[in-house]
């Protein structure tokens, strides 16, 4: 608990609650005033919601422009005391005499480094128990024929520099996705880490770590075909394979995509099984189109 009393007799010390962009410079006009001032906020770190903003009404001026030059003066003003991450409980007396009660929240942080980022509300450990427990990690384990396979994908690259995103290229258009063990074994082949062979994977969306289709049917939405019934053609395609978009026939044959554009604007709308184009489509043509590939 904190507690700021005053004297019978009036004294120059203001409360102001709120540290938002009114409550910044109401204390920085007081305290320029010379005013003591006591701003209280409930958040970690004051500034309020106008970081959230992009423009402001009715200057259209940048919201953190206007924001962030009252925060560093209201931080580093001599007369200005910021009790953040405080709330009032209680306030008595008369204006020029009076004594608020304001509760201080455990931060569990040092005040001086803390930068308001909120983390550490969100890790608590009091409220969230980390789970300390080692896993074992799961063997993974390639048969004798996907072992050769991957080593024989691994030597066409040997001794190339940056030899990782074909290696696994070349993995994923063999197997149309890549298998987690897979994945492990060129970690280990190219002394990689495997954080970052995942990082490098998990950024492009030609690779997938869920086992894929043979045909790859990928329906444009973008705006020309979108216009001309794209939507259309791709519910037909969803009807037809019993597929949602992402998803893959169960016998591993079609999984279906779509796309923002094939550059084909003039045949819209459009859509492709794996490098084969079909434009100027219709709803009753995608039944004989994907029958072709059964």
């Excluded at 128990?129 to 080593?151: G, H, V, W």
């Excluded at 001794?159 to 258009?173: C, M, S």
């Excluded at 869920?210 to 259309?232: I, N």
Aim: proline share 5%.
């Amino acid at each position: 608990m904190v507690e700021e009393q005053a004297t019978n007799s009036k004294i120059g010390a203001v409360l102001v609650v709120g540290g938002g962009i009114g409550g910044m410079q109401a204390s920085l006009d007081l305290a320029n005033a010379g005013f003591k001032v006591y701003l209280v906020e409930k958040s970690p770190a004051i500034g309020g919601v106008m970081s959230q903003l992009d423009k402001t009404f009715p200057t259209n001026d940048c919201a953190m422009c206007t924001l962030a030059p009252r925060m560093v003066e209201c931080g580093n003003h001599i007369n200005v005391e910021k009790l953040t991450y405080s709330e009032v409980e209680s306030i008595d007396g008369t204006p020029g005499a009076f004594k608020v009660r304001v509760r201080k929240k455990a931060r569990s942080v040092d005040p001086d480094k803390c930068t308001g980022c909120g983390e550490c509300m969100e890790s608590c450990l009091v409220r969230n128990y980390a789970y300390l427990k080692p896993l074992t990690p799961e063997l993974l384990e390639l048969a004798p024929d996907e072992t050769a396979e991957i080593d024989r994908i691994l030597s066409e690259h040997e001794g190339e520099k940056g030899a990782l995103l074909p290696v696994l290229q070349g993995i994923n258009a063999h197997y149309n996705w890549l298998p987690p063990a897979a994945v492990s074994k060129v970690s280990e082949a190219l002394d990689v880490p495997l954080a970052r062979v995942l990082r490098i994977a998990t950024f492009y969306n030609m690779f997938s770590f869920e086992p894929r289709g043979e045909l790859m049917v990928r329906v444009c939405l973008g705006t020309a075909c979108y216009v001309k019934g794209g939507r259309r053609i791709l519910e037909a395609v969803k009807r037809q394979l019993n597929i949602e978009v992402g998803g893959t026939t169960e016998d591993l044959r079609f999984s279906l995509e779509t796309v923002s554009c094939l550059g084909c604007c003039g045949q819209s709308p459009v859509m492709t099984v794996n490098d084969d184009i079909y434009g100027y489509l219709a709803q009753d043509k995608i039944p004989d189109i994907l029958a072709s590939y059964t």
